[in-house]
């Protein structure tokens, strides 16, 4: 079982609507990563969080430590939106740092 | 500031060849790492460094050697190159602070193909 699960793997939205992705994690994190990939291209980090929530725009990430989980929001979507959504956790600490991905959420969004 | 560049950003192989692909970063990051994508199987972490001098192993690092002799630089080496290591490699790197918190960068990314 992956360390890190991602749901859903797929989304199709229409333009404007409200979208919500999802983490969950098995392991105990210091920091959890939303991260954005357009096809075909770089990765862009959009947010890091070890508690409560954080607004950037439209975007909008909240993480439960008790529960493991953690939710991506997406208000007013937009065709531009549409991407690879990755979370990533942090765990471990010192030199045994490390980050494990989920595998991804694909995003369409049609006008 | 240009952030993090990886160079080649497409290569091809033969089996058996080796190559080497450069990150720098000019961000004064202390963390680097390395990760290859594959469909279907999310980013794996093939090695990272906290500082100069300092490498580790992530969760796939068979084939592949790094080295930190700078704080800018973190190469990757493939040391014979095999139809496997088929895949895009991204570099990242972060600030290496207290609490190990700090946002990731990431270079565009490395399209290699062994043939």
């Known amino acids: 079982k992956n360390e890190v699960e991602q749901s859903p793997q797929n989304l199709t939205a229409q333009e404007g609507e409200f979208i919500t992705i999802n983490c969950s994690y098995s392991?105990?994190?210091?920091?959890l990563h939303w991260l954005q990939q357009h096809p075909g291209g770089g990765i862009v980090s959009l947010f890091m969080l070890s508690s409560g929530k954080k607004k950037h725009g439209r975007l909008i990430a909240t993480i439960n430590i008790q529960e493991k989980h953690s939710s991506l929001h997406i208000t007013a979507s937009h065709p531009r939106d549409s991407a690879v959504y990755i979370c990533a956790v942090r765990s471990g600490g010192g030199s045994n740092y490390k980050l494990t991905f989920g595998k991804g959420t694909l995003l369409t969004v049609n006008p | 500031n240009a952030g993090v560049t990886q160079t080649p950003k497409f290569q091809v192989l033969k089996t058996g060849q080796s190559m080497t692909l450069q990150c720098a970063q000019d961000m004064n990051h202390e963390y680097m790492s390395w990760y290859r994508q594959d469909p279907g199987m999310g980013l794996r972490l093939i090695h990272y460094s906290v500082g100069a001098g300092i490498t580790d192993q992530g969760e796939v690092p068979n084939g592949y050697n790094v080295s930190r002799s700078t704080t800018e630089d973190f190469p990757l080496r493939l040391l014979s190159a095999a139809p496997s290591q088929t895949s895009v490699y991204f570099c990242?790197?972060?600030?290496w602070g207290s609490g190990n918190t700090g946002e990731l960068f990431f270079g565009e990314g490395s399209r290699l193909t062994v043939l």
């Open positions: 990242a790197s972060s600030y």
């Open positions: 392991v105990g994190i210091s920091a």
